[in-house]
């Protein structure tokens, strides 16, 4: 469904940020990237969201993402949950969730039906819906962060770095909720430093630095490798 091939990104005229970058994720799939700061990550999912000017080739479900504006991406069934949330404090859950169907242009009835799938996966906002979004705790606004997302419908989430900040009984949470989303059907494509909570949820796994993936593999072999138990997991 994804394809990427020798994806390059480039910030003015300093050293590329992305360096041949190769990546694929089949119809199922839940995937892993895993990288410490600078390594990538979110460059790559701007560039996949259509925010950045990339070289090389992104295909997904048939058609090039390089030729599309970040809106039709979006409507051609990806969508990405950015790092950090970017939610709109001062508008309530509700209206931070609905904005995520804008470019779907569904009518009332699927609008809602959307956002009884994400209250259904996020209990805990069902009662929060008329509140502001900035008194949420963070583990909420995360929440209501991915919900956000998953308003559109998409084929293929992009999730970055879903667990930043957050305590580890919500990180278990969320990692919770991403295999549910993955096992309803939807391909997911999450970044993390945390790579022993990533895991345990994904089938395999990339590992980016310097731009450029140096390790791919199943998941349970990137738990063994040592290179990842130093970087990211503790030796």
């Known amino acids: 469904m994804l394809e ?22 089949a119809d199922g799939e839940c995937v892993a990237l895993l990288g410490a700061n600078g390594a990538g990550k979110s460059t790559l999912f701007r560039a996949l969201s259509g925010l950045l000017r990339s070289e090389g080739v992104v295909s997904f479900a ?10 039709s991406i979006v409507t051609h069934g990806v969508a990405q949950c950015p790092e950090g949330r970017r939610l709109f404090g001062e508008l309530s859950v509700e209206k931070n969730l609905l904005l995520g169907a804008y470019t779907a242009h569904r009518n009332k ?33 995360q929440m209501v962060a991915i919900g956000r ?25 969320v990692m919770a909720a ?8 939807t391909m997911v494509l999450v970044a993390e430093q945390n790579a022993n909570a990533a895991l345990e949820v994904v089938q395999r796994g990339y590992v980016l630095a310097g731009g450029r993936v140096v390790l791919e593999g199943p998941s349970a072999s990137l738990r063994q490798n040592e290179m990842v138990k130093k970087a990211f997991i503790g030796a």
């Open 4 to 25: 990427v091939q020798g994806l390059r990104v480039r910030y003015g005229a300093g050293a590329p940020a992305l360096d041949g970058v190769d990546l694929r994720i």
């Open 62 to 71: 048939g058609r090039d993402l390089r030729v599309m504006r970040p809106a």
């Open 109 to 141: 009835a699927a609008t809602a039906q959307a956002l009884d799938e994400v209250l259904e996966l996020f209990p805990a906002l069902r009662e929060k819906l008329r509140v502001p979004a900035r008194v949420l705790s963070g583990g909420q606004q």
């Open 149 to 173: 997302a998953l308003m559109a419908r998409p084929k293929l989430l992009l999730l970055d770095e879903p667990t930043l900040g957050l305590a580890p009984q919500v990180v278990s949470a």
């Open 178 to 185: 991403i295999a549910r989303i993955n096992s309803a059907g």
